[in-house]
Protein backbone atom coordinates (compact mmCIF):
# COMPACT_ATOMS: atom_id res chain seq x y z
CA UNK A 1 0.00 0.00 0.00
CA UNK A 2 0.93 3.18 -1.01
CA UNK A 3 -0.17 6.95 0.37
CA UNK A 4 0.51 9.81 -2.35
CA UNK A 5 0.88 13.36 -1.41
CA UNK A 6 0.58 16.42 -4.05
CA UNK A 7 1.98 19.80 -3.44
CA UNK A 8 3.63 23.02 -5.61
CA UNK A 9 0.25 24.23 -6.77
CA UNK A 10 -0.56 28.13 -6.75
CA UNK A 11 -1.41 31.06 -8.95
CA UNK A 12 0.36 32.04 -11.91
CA UNK A 13 0.14 33.89 -15.17
CA UNK A 14 -0.75 32.66 -18.51
CA UNK A 15 2.50 31.52 -20.09
CA UNK A 16 3.91 30.81 -16.53
CA UNK A 17 5.22 27.79 -15.24
CA UNK A 18 4.91 25.39 -12.38
CA UNK A 19 6.19 22.11 -11.13
CA UNK A 20 3.80 19.59 -9.02
CA UNK A 21 5.29 16.56 -6.89
CA UNK A 22 3.73 13.99 -5.64
CA UNK A 23 5.09 12.43 -2.60
CA UNK A 24 5.00 8.81 -1.65
CA UNK A 25 5.25 6.90 1.34
CA UNK A 26 6.03 3.10 1.48
CA UNK A 27 9.14 1.45 0.12
CA UNK A 28 7.95 0.00 -2.57
CA UNK A 29 6.98 3.07 -4.72
CA UNK A 30 9.51 2.33 -6.97
CA UNK A 31 6.94 -0.37 -8.47
CA UNK A 32 4.29 1.86 -8.72
CA UNK A 33 2.87 3.44 -11.87
CA UNK A 34 1.70 7.21 -11.30
CA UNK A 35 -0.29 9.61 -12.64
CA UNK A 36 -1.93 13.08 -13.19
CA UNK A 37 -5.53 14.33 -13.10
CA UNK A 38 -7.34 17.35 -12.85
CA UNK A 39 -10.91 18.43 -12.21
CA UNK A 40 -11.74 22.14 -13.16
CA UNK A 41 -14.81 23.39 -11.88
CA UNK A 42 -18.45 21.59 -12.95
CA UNK A 43 -15.97 19.11 -15.27
CA UNK A 44 -14.79 15.64 -14.79
CA UNK A 45 -11.76 14.13 -13.70
CA UNK A 46 -9.41 13.85 -16.73
CA UNK A 47 -6.09 12.18 -17.24
CA UNK A 48 -3.06 14.58 -17.87
CA UNK A 49 -0.15 11.98 -17.83
CA UNK A 50 1.39 8.81 -16.48
CA UNK A 51 4.82 7.73 -15.95
CA UNK A 52 5.13 3.56 -15.57
CA UNK A 53 7.06 2.15 -12.46
CA UNK A 54 10.35 2.39 -14.32
CA UNK A 55 10.25 5.90 -15.64
CA UNK A 56 10.67 4.24 -19.06
CA UNK A 57 7.32 5.66 -20.62
CA UNK A 58 5.51 8.35 -20.47
CA UNK A 59 1.84 9.23 -21.62
CA UNK A 60 0.26 12.27 -22.32
CA UNK A 61 -3.10 14.17 -22.71
CA UNK A 62 -2.92 15.55 -26.33
CA UNK A 63 -4.08 19.15 -24.81
CA UNK A 64 -0.79 19.22 -22.30
CA UNK A 65 1.43 17.49 -25.16
CA UNK A 66 4.67 19.24 -25.82
CA UNK A 67 4.40 21.94 -22.51
CA UNK A 68 4.13 19.37 -19.75
CA UNK A 69 6.77 16.69 -18.52
CA UNK A 70 6.34 13.96 -15.83
CA UNK A 71 9.22 12.84 -14.42
CA UNK A 72 10.35 10.69 -11.29
CA UNK A 73 12.55 10.18 -8.55
CA UNK A 74 12.87 6.83 -7.15
CA UNK A 75 15.35 7.19 -4.57
CA UNK A 76 13.06 10.55 -3.51
CA UNK A 77 9.76 8.28 -4.01
CA UNK A 78 8.72 11.06 -5.78
CA UNK A 79 7.19 11.95 -9.20
CA UNK A 80 6.96 15.69 -10.62
CA UNK A 81 4.84 17.21 -13.09
CA UNK A 82 6.38 20.14 -15.13
CA UNK A 83 3.72 22.32 -16.10
CA UNK A 84 4.96 24.83 -18.93
CA UNK A 85 2.96 27.42 -21.29
CA UNK A 86 0.42 27.52 -19.08
CA UNK A 87 -3.07 28.34 -20.12
CA UNK A 88 -6.53 29.58 -18.22
CA UNK A 89 -7.64 26.41 -19.25
CA UNK A 90 -5.17 24.38 -17.29
CA UNK A 91 -7.29 25.35 -14.27
CA UNK A 92 -7.96 22.89 -12.10
CA UNK A 93 -7.63 20.53 -8.95
CA UNK A 94 -4.81 18.52 -9.76
CA UNK A 95 -4.41 14.75 -8.36
CA UNK A 96 -1.74 12.00 -7.90
CA UNK A 97 -2.65 8.52 -8.21
CA UNK A 98 -0.73 5.53 -7.82
CA UNK A 99 -1.45 1.65 -8.89
CA UNK A 100 0.61 -0.93 -8.60
CA UNK A 101 3.35 -2.40 -11.16
CA UNK A 102 0.89 -0.61 -13.95
CA UNK A 103 -2.72 0.30 -14.51
CA UNK A 104 -5.32 -1.86 -17.30
CA UNK A 105 -5.16 1.82 -18.83
CA UNK A 106 -2.85 4.86 -18.17
CA UNK A 107 -5.81 7.02 -19.23
CA UNK A 108 -8.93 5.48 -17.33
CA UNK A 109 -8.99 6.65 -13.44
CA UNK A 110 -10.63 3.78 -12.53
CA UNK A 111 -7.18 2.40 -12.90
CA UNK A 112 -5.58 3.69 -9.85
CA UNK A 113 -5.98 2.55 -6.49
CA UNK A 114 -4.20 5.09 -4.48
CA UNK A 115 -5.03 9.17 -4.77
CA UNK A 116 -4.06 12.01 -2.96
CA UNK A 117 -5.93 14.89 -1.98
CA UNK A 118 -5.51 16.99 -4.71
CA UNK A 119 -3.49 20.49 -5.00
CA UNK A 120 -5.24 23.94 -7.18
CA UNK A 121 -3.58 25.23 -10.02
CA UNK A 122 -4.79 28.56 -11.17
CA UNK A 123 -3.78 30.23 -14.31
CA UNK A 124 -4.88 33.88 -14.53
CA UNK A 125 -4.16 37.68 -15.16
Known amino acids: QVQVVESGGGLVQPGGSLRLSCAAS????????VGWFRQAPGKEREFVAAISWSGSSTHYADSVKGRFTISRDNAKNTVYLQMNSLKPEDTAVYYC??????????????????WGQGTQVTVSS
Open 26 to 33: GRTFSSYA
Open 97 to 114: AADYMAPENYYDLSGYDY
